[in-house]
């Protein structure tokens, strides 16, 4: 399975706020359930003022308990 482009922009973009220290822990509220979310957000500058862009959440439990691993791509045969 090949990760996305956008999600690679993305994750380079994270990597960059990170480095610069650019980057907020933020509790927000579920959209949908309006339950309180800690979430990872790159800080920008607008002028005199500060932009969040939020880029997810942090688990609120086990996190080995929400992913699974990829799954192996099937085995090919030889052709004879």
């Known amino acids: 399975m090949a990760i996305p482009d956008h999600a690679r922009a993305n994750f380079q973009t994270l990597l960059r706020a990170a ?3 650019n980057l907020a822990l933020l509790e927000c509220a579920d959209a949908v359930t309006s339950a309180p979310r800690y979430v990872i957000c790159a800080v920008g500058r607008d002028g005199a003022d500060f932009t ?3 880029f997810g959440h942090l688990a609120d439990a086990d996190p080995y308990d929400a992913y699974l691993p990829p799954l ?4 090919t045969s030889p052709s004879t």
């Open 52 to 54: 969040m862009t939020p």
């Open 72 to 75: 192996e791509p099937p085995a």
């Open 19 to 21: 480095r610069d220290g």
